[in-house]
């Protein structure tokens, strides 16, 4: 019996000393493993989501930056188109009235999008007065006809004078200044457009500057001549852009 109870011990302490070995030797450093496989796996995951998060960034961004450039590219493609229509405009109106431009009395200049015809006011209006002269009706005529035809921008009229002031009595009654002679006048061409050309009312502006813009020296009696004149300025209509040139805020 005693025998027996030594043998049951040495096999018991055999079995805790495999079952120690296992769990020492084999079930802590899978255990350990698993927990490192875990760990590494979840900062994989951290870096996948990053990752993704990242590219969702670069995408959002590469997509903002080809709208911008569709942007650019078609507000590019709008100012050539309106740069070679103001090109087109000055050409026709070169060969209408290229005998008033050869007699001084006309002249034609271009800047980038805009476009100005600038006419003497003596072939326009008498000394005073506001009534178109009957060549100044044919040289508006041919004016208007050209304007007409251009699409999507404004008709600025400018009234002009030298620094001469109204003494004229019968005239200073009416036109105190010559910012009521340059804005009644630039009123008149305006008026004969929209009546006599067609041209519709909502691209047409009037507006008188006086002595206050001159383009010559009011001294001698050219200049004078030089300043006295009605501009008429060809501009792109940015009052109300279309949907696509607008830009968000």
Same mark, same amino acid.
């Given at each position: 019996?005693?025998?027996?109870?030594?043998?049951?011990?040495?096999?018991?302490?055999?079995?805790? *000393?495999?079952?120690?070995?296992?769990?020492?030797?084999?079930?802590?450093?899978?255990i350990?493993?698993?927990? &490192?496989?875990?760990?590494?796996?979840?900062?994989?995951?951290? +870096?996948?989501?990053k990752?993704?998060?990242?590219r969702?960034?670069?995408?959002?961004?590469?997509?903002?930056? +080809?709208?911008?450039?569709?942007?650019?590219?078609?507000?590019?493609?709008?100012?050539?188109?309106?740069?070679?229509?103001?090109?087109?405009?000055?050409?026709?109106?070169?060969?209408k009235?290229?005998?008033?431009?050869?007699?001084?009395?006309?002249?034609?200049t271009?800047?980038?999008?805009?476009? *100005?015809?600038?006419?003497?006011?003596?072939?326009?209006?008498? &000394?005073?007065?506001?009534?178109?002269?009957?060549?100044?009706?044919?040289?508006?005529?041919?004016?208007?006809?050209?304007?007409?035809?251009?699409?999507?921008?404004?008709?600025?009229?400018?009234?002009?004078t030298?620094d001469?002031?109204?003494? +004229?009595?019968?005239?200073?009654?009416?036109?105190?200044?010559?910012?009521?002679?340059? *804005?009644?006048r630039?009123?008149?061409?305006?008026?004969?457009?929209q009546?006599? &050309?067609?041209?519709?009312?909502?691209?047409?502006?009037?507006?008188?500057?006086?002595?206050?813009?001159?383009?010559?020296? +009011?001294?001698?009696?050219?200049?004078? &001549?030089?300043?006295?004149?009605?501009?008429?300025?060809?501009?792109?209509?940015?009052?109300?852009?279309?949907?696509?040139?607008?830009?968000?805020?």
């Amino acid at each position: 019996m005693k025998y027996l109870a030594i043998f049951l011990a040495l096999i018991i302490v055999a079995a805790a *000393t495999v079952g120690g070995y296992f769990y020492l030797f084999k079930y802590v450093p899978a255990i350990s493993e698993l927990e &490192s496989n875990e760990s590494e796996i979840f900062q994989l995951e951290k +870096n996948i989501a990053k990752a993704k998060a990242d590219r969702d960034v670069m995408e959002a961004r590469l997509n903002e930056a +080809n709208s911008k450039i569709g942007e650019l590219t078609a507000k590019d493609e709008s100012k050539t188109e309106t740069v070679n229509e103001i090109e087109e405009t000055y050409n026709e109106l070169i060969n209408k009235l290229k005998e008033e431009i050869d007699e001084g009395q006309i002249e034609i200049t271009t800047l980038k999008e805009e476009l *100005t015809v600038n006419v003497l006011d003596k072939i326009l209006f008498d &000394s005073g007065k506001t009534k178109i002269k009957p060549e100044g009706l044919d040289v508006l005529k041919k004016v208007g006809d050209i304007l007409k035809k251009t699409e999507g921008k404004l008709i600025i009229i400018e009234g002009h004078t030298d620094d001469v002031p109204i003494l +004229n009595p019968t005239v200073k009654k009416k036109y105190p200044t010559n910012w009521e002679l340059s *804005t009644a006048r630039a009123t008149t061409v305006v008026r004969y457009l929209q009546d006599q &050309s067609r041209i519709d009312p909502k691209r047409l502006i009037a507006t008188g500057y006086s002595k206050y813009s001159p383009v010559a020296d +009011n001294s001698p009696d050219e200049g004078k &001549s030089r300043n006295r004149r009605i501009e008429i300025v060809l501009k792109p209509d940015k009052r109300h852009p279309k949907p696509d040139e607008i830009t968000p805020e």
